[in-house]
């Protein structure tokens, strides 16, 4: 049976997201947007002290700040007043263990992406929510909460654009900080993202291609059933992934291509997809998010604005009335609004929130177009 | 002398913003961003039930839940845990008599705009506020808290465009909720923008025109001298203004055009400049706030970025990366932010949040204007 | 009775358009485009050396370049091979005289805008082609040759947006070179556009502001009834309009605002009108000229694109087909075809290129506008 | 030696683009443009008669229409007025056997896309051309006559965007008329470009996607060493290529993407390229061709505007003066234009209309992309 929630604001701890970090930060922001949790235990360094510093500093006690994840799992699951929730905002590969030690004692999850660092992980992972009757899992892929997004995955579903023949994603970016990357400078610019131990399987494909593989098959419907896929070195020195270009058969015989970059030159920075169907296509940018380009077969291209006259399902994820802008961070809090709402209700009600079934098959994408990189081949997700 | 904040979140009670409101949503979304603020007290309708009922629901104290402001102010003056900061979010008549009520109390004021309903009240206000030493007044023109408007600003400032020699401005929205107005559903559809008692000089300029006025003044740094003014009404039997052009003639003799609507038709909705200088102009839009577009006499035309790699300005009233949107709210809260910045210093700083003497000239620039349409002539902002 | 055009490419002259002439550039490309025309006389310059070296530069007979237009018209009305239609592209207040003389010849007038360089002018010529019945006359307000400015006129005439309420016009560019205009360079830089006997009534309207107005008139179907006119002088010493904004009240009571400036710095250049009635609203830009935005009342904001499947109109009127660009050159050349298609049939139909009627309004306008700025008051078109 | 072009006016024969043809519309506007040409002879179609009236209808003398273009070669060469230059614009398996004829009887060619059908006739082809020092050939890749896209071209070449290390380029347009193909209705829809005699070694890579190609190798400067393609057929039973995505190595090891589709739904249509290098990237669209967007390493991002103050280059390819639009057939005449330039010089320019060894180059692409599907391996272009 699914854990009570005891008050009014949700117990909140938070493992990552210390001083420097810049999830941390969207991750807080998020939880107080609609007054629903309360930050009250984190660990943010494995220094006492840091961590005693930064959690006082954004209003935790300190008793409650620690320096490893397991003490606070267990110190929090004995207190009446300990965490209902934990949100982890480490790097990847440590997703898996995290989660574990917080399910074992009965808190739900919050985690950000990717849902572990490879595949194995992955899997274990998987079983282990699902062991647990009594937890709760949300997935930070954080684009699929805009509402216009929202908007295009229910439209898609409605029918409106047909069976989909075709998919087009890509999420590119520039990390190198203006500077060519080489072997001396690469571990000031890049950090821990070369150390394939921490970032998992692909820096580029952990990091920002689950985000698009997420959001091409939340909107879609569709599951990837094979991939061709290129990946790039930086350079033969550095050993990071830094481009990804993959090609996809989805489960229904669509095919598509993914696209995903961290060395797109020029602050060139995007996330966008296209998706075509045999009724017409959709559209939508993250950079002008309050919008959709739907594409009927015939006749005039239609904006379908956020929050516009028929739009329920876009005003329902929203704060602002139409015509005034929401951006990145609305969208982030709306996977905090209804993850809290998920777990005051009793209620069977569709979710709309990522989990960990989402999770588990962008690690399968990931797998398999790693395999595929190296065989030069063809290869099935599974 | 300046009074004191007590202890890391500002004490804020809220006068206004009850069950229905959106500015009220709006508001205290923007107080919990930063995490500097804690809502402790308010007046959300004059029937005490409804108060504290809502008020409860937002998680306030039902005895800190008043049903007038004259109640709250006195009692929350003498708790040893009193606000400090009072958020006014009443319709615009209102806003003088509450806002003294509060300075009486040494209690700092956040008021949504217009400063007030007419100048009259304007002038009364303005002194009031000139004569305690002790407090400190934000009006919330949140559009002048976009990142890139602020950029824009300082880049007037520093003489990017020159001399500037023409503004263009103008606050387009439709309230009509896809109906044509007339005197039987007027009231429905409007409410209390038709009297106006409550909604001060004019509807349409006090409502959305006080923003675009203060908008270019804001970012050209110039003041209106005198203005030609044609405001129309909804209909002979209803008395709203519903649409306002006004020719502008500034004090540094550039001059301007303003156009506010609130019968744009179809969703046309939108806030925008334009400022031509002699070396230059600069364009900006609400529904794409993150972008400045800079035009220098000669040469490629420019797209600023929120954020981008030499915007200090913007970086600083930011929060998010740039490629990643922000929006309205985060705009909003960059004024309960600052101000709680410049609550907690005794520095002599550059702030950035609108004040006092925006809000009187914005009230003489409206007077100025009911004048003029009246007289049909060229009339003086005074 | 119309005089018949023999053979089957039309025999066409043309007065101005020299060496250094951009426009004369234009008419000529406009008048090959669909292969009607030959270009077979014309005055290139009142020197006749050079307007026979230039003549014969783009392949006319050196006895059919003239060096006045009187000439030209007396010897060309007696060739058995005489010219049919004469292209008029000198400055605005030559246009009269030159038209009137080639009227009484029988010779159908293709005339640049404006109509004529002022209301004098205009209501002697208007009432010189009223008088001859066997002449056409096509005014070259391009920007309404526009496929897609065609369909909003179409639009808006079957009532999709309702009864016009507000017309938004406004055409800005930077005649400067990117200097500051003063006494010593002005004539370099402004050439015969300083010169109020050659450019006509006002510098910025004459040129720029008559395709304002005329476009807000052509699409919104309505014309103005009166004015209130700011219209501002280079400088002090520098006697040139170079800005002007317009206050129109409309024959229906619709209210409107025109703005038109050759001194909008850093290539801001464009055309654009937003037309709003109480059915929902259309907008134009020349600089994306494929597209109509029309946003009705409710619903989703639709992007007609040029030539799409149910805009007839719009196909009508172009040769391209929809998704690749048309532009300028194209719309121009709307002109010059259909003056063929109506020199060339006896039929009772509807032509779209601007005529005299369209050329009187606009004349009547711009002097009303000249009396409005004087008067500083509303002042009659009339 | 290079045959002399003897008059003002080029003589121009048509094979192809009969009364039914939208490119032959093209091509003739195209010629008629800049007044270069004149069109004196054709084969409009196989039927004499039909030939005849077309081309009486488009002012050629019926004795030089044909019916077959072997006749029209060798009538057309003994004819002291015979044409000098030929157009070619018939589907692409046609154009090696057609082209060789008028090489044989030294006169020039300008070719339709794609160079011919498959690999086997372009090599033939390609050599022939070379074989005949007297005849110059271009090729109508238009797109890469747009002003912009030679500005692209030369600021790559310049190093402004740094050593080129990623190519995403895609031309997605829906030929389905709004239907789903299937075996019944396909021939009606798709006509020739189903038979793969005619239409030659791919549908959607030989008549869009060799644009495409093309395109990233002219501005890039690069030439594709190597393929991994996936092209996908209509259905089982209507056997067309509709839909080809193809990862592409380049010969300096940057990596690219191409996607190019003639079912992509809803009028979506559009050919963008965008090239990333090391020091920033570049970006065009089609469907707003008079801007290119560039992006350097740090800093804002520039909108360069066709034949802003410093674009040599693009002012060169231009007519109209920025801040008006320039379209699709302004961009296809400056082929015609710079081809007729070329033939009138012995001057040793050089010429940025596309050319044999550009088209061979493309039918290597395609012919490399034909085996890489087969074997679903990457592939050598060779």
Chains 1, 2, 3, 4 share one sequence.
Request: glycine fraction near 8%; include cysteine.
């Amino acid at each position: 049976m699914m854990r009570l929630i005891k008050g009014k604001k949700i117990k909140l701890g938070i493992v990552g997201g210390g001083p420097k970090s810049w999830i941390g930060h969207v991750h807080r922001i998020s939880s107080r947007f609609d007054d629903e949790y309360e930050i009250v235990s984190g660990v943010f360094s494995r220094n006492s002290n840091i961590s005693k510093t930064f959690g006082k500093k954004i209003g935790i006690d300190k008793d409650r700040c620690y320096s490893n994840y397991q003490e606070m799992a267990d110190k929090e699951a004995i207190r009446f007043d300990g965490i209902e929730v934990v949100a982890i905002m480490t790097p990847p590969s440590s997703h898996q263990v995290i989660a574990e030690k917080f399910i074992d004692k009965n808190i739900h999850i919050i985690s950000d992406k990717p849902f572990t660092g490879d595949l194995l992980q992955a899997k274990k992972l998987f079983k282990k929510i699902k062991s647990n009757k009594n937890i709760k899992y949300a997935l930070t892929h954080n684009y699929s909460a805009y509402p216009m997004v929202r908007e295009a995955k229910v439209l898609v579903e409605k029918g409106k654009i047909g069976k989909v023949e075709y998919v087009n994603v890509e999420y590119v970016q520039d990390w190198t900080d203006g500077k060519i990357v080489n072997k001396k400078n690469a571990k000031k610019i890049l950090k821990w993202k070369i150390n394939k131990k921490i970032v998992g399987t692909s820096a580029v494909l952990n990091e920002i291609g689950s985000h698009a593989y997420h959001i091409a098959c939340y909107v879609s419907g569709l599951k990837g059933r094979n991939v061709f896929a290129d990946i790039k070195q930086v350079s033969k020195t550095v050993k990071m992934d830094n481009n990804a270009q993959v090609m996809i058969n989805f489960n229904n015989n669509a095919k598509g291509l993914l696209w995903t970059s961290v060395m797109a030159r020029g602050g060139v920075y995007g996330l966008r997809f296209r998706i075509f169907g045999t009724k017409g296509s959709i559209e939508w940018v993250q950079n002008d998010p309050g919008y959709l380009k739907f594409n009927p077969l015939k006749g005039a291209v239609k904006f379908l604005e956020r929050g516009f006259f028929n739009a329920e399902l876009s005003k329902k994820f929203s704060r602002i009335k139409f015509g005034h802008p929401e951006g990145y961070l609305d969208a982030f809090a709306n996977i905090y609004k209804e993850f809290a709402e998920s777990l005051r209700t009793k209620a069977k009600k569709r979710w709309f929130f990522p989990n960990e079934y989402e999770g588990l098959e962008t690690a399968k994408f990931i797998e398999a177009c790693r395999i595929s990189n190296k065989r030069k081949a063809w290869t099935k997700i599974k």
